[in-house]
């Protein structure tokens, strides 16, 4: 055996490049109708050149399959077959997952990194740079000691090269990132760095603050909305009038393009109560998250982020980056609260900060990454550990010369299988380490076998079946119609497997009001038969063969169905509607058929008809804010909850398409497609003409996205910690295993942690998660994750190595399912204790001493207050009077399956200058906070949040402007009805298109687009979104709530 001491010129995996000999990768086979966004990674923010998200055909009903192959999917870009994989010989490696968290020596990518992740030009940051505060120094990010002080010290007893927001006594609110001596800006600190010139000092200098400044916040009056809505005794907001009336932000703080008023802003922010006259924090002093996401993007968007160290924390979701899989699961994947745990339960209790992850199995890659390798143990499966049954992974230690292995999760040790036995190199690892994706990458599939199917068979592919409601209101509104001329093409384009032809799905189609139309589409019909089942109280399908049917060959007789459905229901009268026999129907058929599947239910009105589930209208707003408000979000019967189980263990999981125009009760329809892994969609107040672009675009994804069924996970960890805890769209039916009908690409299963014993520094956690599914091929697969953390006995570890997004994502779901069992308030006072906590155990253990008056954050939670507070804010946790029962009961249901990118995005939504944009470049314009002081009424902005994008219109835009966007000649033409933009043959139009497009193909869902002219009476729900500022149903502005948060936290530390 050679023993080859030779650095690698190059890595042995990693993007796309030669793959493993032998090992296939199962590719989707997904296939992309024209027009619709595919693409839901990609730059958050960053220019990115070569994006040629198609342009949405404007207009027109559906974007007809063009004649040619489809644009493969993702997967389908990679080189298939065998490709010779290894330029190394055995034993010429060295790099492999090192046991420590030392640094390993890169080899150097492969291919050259995405160009498109260059930062944003300059140019484009320049307009609110001027206010906010200066990008922190490199020197400074990766300083994580660095906390940020708001106190009268800040000088005298800084943090290491702490980011100082400090105001103090007697100082005066800085608006630079560096701490500040009192009284006068001065030289920074030794150690410190000061980001940029002061530049707005002078402004500073003019109107200190009195001494009292700090004091006024701590024991100060409570804050209006933190505990529910402001006293009776609270005088109106001053703010607000004036907001509605022209007088935009005049009144307010530093704002661009209105010159810096500071701090003439007696109004803005003001803790409601007595005098003495507040003293404002400055926004610009308080930690930004732009700023936060722009440096992140700046500091790690340039290079791959490469998995082969553990317990490394990965750039932001908002920055783009490619990753290297070298043994550890890519971020896509896996992302972590934490990826440096406390090693006893102590120490995370005195923390608080929750360990979980948020788990993405079935996550979609940019092209450039490598999808996992499949792998193929032969007959006697894949190679586990004999006692807790972990798969083969990287961090299993093979003795004996080979012949064993020891399990990295159990410690057992376990005989290697004759067939599987390799010879180790001098370190001890395999020779083959590197030819063996599960021995060398942190995510890989095996091939099941026989063993790992429902009654020891292999599974039949599944079936698609499309369940259309034709009452009344369905037909009368066009739906029925566009939902039928788009199956006549969207079939053409069901997911298929790697390089298969066509798909293995077979479809069914059942129409439904009171009673259900099943259909006959068998290939040797001349034309397709109907059958009624008027009996729903005991569904049962009344035909076998030729319901469910492959595309291809029963084509003729499915276009004609599909003519006909509009044409046979044209004329109905029938206004009440069943859900649940919907379901069973779909239920049986794909019992009869032995096989699992989706139901694509396209459904409009509480079903109040005589059949089982049948329910009733019990909305309810007078329960908000009281004891009974939980009601609201639970199903008003239990029955939906046992269909359920019924579906999952059938692997039958439902899409559910709403288009209400009244209450339909969300919370109880929505308990199936939830507990079965599926999605639910709603379109209130459908209307052909503004919804159908956005409906028929979800519909295809939603129809095309790679999705595995009838799904177990599992997640394993090393002996210290365990999985306690799941949050998702899911069933569990007992305390370990995540069941799911379907699991699509979009869907995330959050898995919460908790310590039954030490951890150890040396040793570390592994978590590993098992993912068993059929793919629409009907393959019975494993999908592994695997990924290490590191585990620390210094408290200061933990919070270095935090991830605030991911910690928002675990809260919010956890808060929203809090508000199924308990009063609203008490889940939102919950809230705010534990992140109270968890600062002040920082402040406490972590931080330099400093003077109690003084709010120190940790470097990596300090956005921690400003995102809780959206969260806070959200309409599931404080709805204002336009949130609608069923529109809470559905957000609670989407964020709690959302992704990390998704809720930040979510809760603190994107907002775009758009006239800032430079049209002759593929960037975005730089970012904006959510406040409105930061817009300016001769300006364009966009803002997204993942469900709506606004398009909002300053009062004094420039003609020029409005011609080029809306086609119109003034402000007062511009029409609010618009659901998308004018196709105009200028650059200007075609930018703000094309950032649209982008957008759009970032997120799952198509966005509603909303025009709101300023000053409009639509501009409150724009404002609702202003997430920064004080809400007008008593949310607290960022400002106000950074201050409560300090004040809870004096009062845990005292
Ligand atoms: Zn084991």
Known sequence: MSVNQQAHTGPPYGQPQPGYQGYQQPAYGGQSLPGVPQAQYGAYNGPVPGYQQPVPPQGSLRAPPTSGAPPPASGASHPSGPLAYSQFEHGDVQNGIPASAAPVQRPPASQPFLPGSAPTPVSQISTFQ????????????????????IGSTAASAPPPAGLGYGVGPSSYPPTTGAPR?????????????????PSS??????????????????????MSGLHGPPPPTHPPQPGYPMQQNGSFGQMRGPQPNYGGAYPGAPNYGSPPGPPPPPKRLDPDSIPSPIQVIEDDRNNRGSEPFVTGVRGQVPPLVTTNFLVKDQGNASPRYIRCT??????????AKQSQVPLAAVIKPLAALPPEETLPYLVDHGESGPVRCNRCKAYMCPFMQFIEGGRRFQCCFCSCVTEVPPHYFQHLDHTGKRVDFYDRPELSLGSYEFLATVDYCKNNKFPSPPAFIFMIDVSYNAVKSGLVRLICEELKSLLDYLPREGNMEESAIRVGFVTYNKVLHFYNVKSSLAQPQMMVVSDVADMFVPLLDGFLVNVNESRTVIASLLDQIPEMFADTRETETVFAPVIQAGLEALKAAECAGKLFIFHTSLPIAEAPGKLKNR??????????EKTLFQPQTSFYNNLAKDCVAQGCCVDLFLFPNQYLDVATLGVVPYQTGGSIYKYAYFQLETDQYRFLNDLRRDVQKEVGFDAVMRVRTSTGIRATDFFGAFYMSNTTDVEMAGLDCDKTITVEFKHDDKLSEDSGALLQCALLY?????????????????????LADLYRNCETDTLINYLAKFAYRGVLSSPVKTVRDALINQCAQILACYRKNCASPSSAGQLILPECMKLLPVYLNCVLKSDVLQPGPEVTTDDRAYIRQLVTSMDVAETNVFFYPRLLPLTKADVDSDSLPAAIRNSEERLSKGDIYLLENGLNIFVWVGVSVQQGLIQNLFGVSSFSQISNALSTLPVLENPFSKKV??????????????????????????????????VEDKSLTGGASYVDFLCHMHKEIRQLLS
């Open 130 to 149: 001027q206010y906010g505060p200066p990008p922190a120094s490199v020197q400074q990010l990766r300083n994580h000691m660095a906390g940020m002080t």
């Open 774 to 794: 059929t793919s629409c091929a009907g393959q019975r697969r494993l999908r592994i994750h695997n990924l290490s953390l590191n585990c620390c006995t210094q």
């Open 201 to 222: 000092q002078p402004n500073h200098v003019s109107s200190p603050p009195p001494p009292s400044t700090m004091a006024g916040l701590h024991p100060g009056p409570p």
């Open 993 to 1026: 298109r094309s950032i649209v497009d982008m957008l759009q193909g970032q997120r799952s869902r198509y966005m509603k687009l909303i025009v709101v002219k300023q000053e409009d009476k639509l501009e409150m729900l724009f404002k609702h979104f202003l």
């Open 619 to 628: 909305d309810d707003r007078k329960l908000i804010n009281t004891d009974k």
């Open 338 to 347: 934490s990826y440096n745990i406390p090693c006893t339960s102590d120490m």
């Open 181 to 197: 001596p009192p009284a006068m800006p001065g030289p920074p600190l030794p150690g410190q760095t000061v980001a940029a010139p």
